[in-house]
């Protein structure tokens, strides 16, 4: 497949390459797949986003979260039973 960029998107791919360190065509292919191919997340992607729950929060936040998050009837929509 052949795909023909226009100037403006050849241009913005190539400064935001530039910014991350790496080459216009590896940043255009990575982000097709990206949005194309549905990545299988890795053990660390999904500890990443979790740990992305807490940041900003406060202790006592953290604890209400970590509360929610043991609570499985929470998660699927059944009545407490303890």
Request: net charge negative; glycine share 4%; hydrophobic share 35%.
């Given at each position: 497949?052949?795909?023909?960029?226009?100037?403006?998107?050849e241009n913005a791919i190539a400064e935001q390459?530039?910014?991350?360190?790496?080459?216009?065509?590896?940043?255009?292919?990575?982000?097709?797949?990206?949005?194309?191919?549905?990545?299988?997340?890795?053990?660390?992607?999904?500890?990443?986003?979790?740990?992305?729950?807490?940041?900003?929060?406060?202790?006592?936040?953290?604890?209400?979260?970590?509360?929610?998050?043991?609570?499985?009837?929470?998660?699927?929509?059944?009545?407490?039973?303890h």
């Amino acid at each position: 497949m052949t795909i023909t960029l226009t100037p403006e998107i050849e241009n913005a791919i190539a400064e935001q390459a530039q910014r991350e360190g790496t080459t216009a065509e590896r940043l255009a292919l990575d982000s097709l797949r990206n949005l194309f191919v549905t990545p299988k997340p890795t053990p660390e992607d999904i500890l990443g986003l979790a740990a992305q729950v807490y940041k900003g929060l406060s202790d006592k936040e953290k604890d209400e979260v970590e509360k929610i998050a043991l609570d499985r009837d929470h998660f699927f929509g059944e009545r407490s039973t303890h």
